[in-house]
């Protein structure tokens, strides 16, 4: 099986020709699906961006979302809207919503949005402040002790998610491949060739996710996974064990590429 990687590929940033041309190289790769990593458009665009991707390239698309994708929304009604979407367009499938998905006879994919939960680095010295916090209904408004606070439960929703998931797929896959926007470990939060440090940690990497791979992954020291995140748009590796690679991807605002091309065996 080949599968394309994208992540943070950002359609607003496009006109639509120039989206056309992107999905021609996507499809110029000869993928049997695509593998998407997050931050695809904004709220108001989403659905359209979506349905012109899933239209062009005419193979699954297996996605999460990312925090740009709930720009000028709300991260509760976007999700919601996105599921019901893909119940009427069956090659777009949104991991956040499903449970296994089996890609081989030994290789299972699994995902969820994750979210940036203020666990890591210094989150009360930091002075980083996103546009998420302006642009997102359920992150406006808030403290910065009250944000953090509802940081950490969207980090813990996720963690959750996958506890209830991971173990079932490795019982029942040798390998397994995860997709998220938000790196899950403190290794894999690059930029521009380093680790990103303690004052934007906590807003672009998730610990709740992190500690629940990790300990999933010691107790099952003969299963493989590997991890396939975006949202700091610079690329790298991070082995956390000897079974489970973090890569986090590149991206450039208005020039989404194509992150890799992954045989599947």
Known sequence: MRAVWLTDIHLDFLSPRACQDFFARVV?????AVFLTGDVSI???????????????????????????????????????VRQFCR?????????????VPLTQSTALVGHDGWGDGRYGDYPHSTVRLNDHLLIKELTGLTSTGLQQRLMRLGDAAA????????DALNRYQQVILLTHVPPFRESCWYQGRVS??????????????????????????????????????????????????????AEYGAPQINDVLTID
């Open 197 to 250: 440090n303690d004052d934007w940690l906590p807003l672009f990497a998730c610990q709740a996710v992190g500690d629940v791979l990790r300990e999933e992954m010691a107790k099952r020291p003969d299963r493989r996974m590997t991890v396939y995140c975006g949202h700091t748009h610079s690329p790298g590796t991070a082995q956390i064990l000897p079974n489970l690679l973090v890569v986090t991807g590149a």
């Open 88 to 100: 009427t367009h069956p090659s777009l499938n949104y991991l956040t919503s499903k449970k296994i």
């Open 28 to 32: 110029s790769t000869t993928p049997d």
């Open 43 to 81: 709220a108001p665009s989403l659905l359209d961006h979506l349905s012109a991707l899933s239209d062009a390239i005419n193979k699954p698309v297996y996605f999460v979302l990312g925090n740009h994708d709930f720009y000028h929304g709300s991260i509760t009604k976007v999700r919601a809207r």
């Open 160 to 167: 959750t998610s996958l506890r209830k998931v991971v173990p």
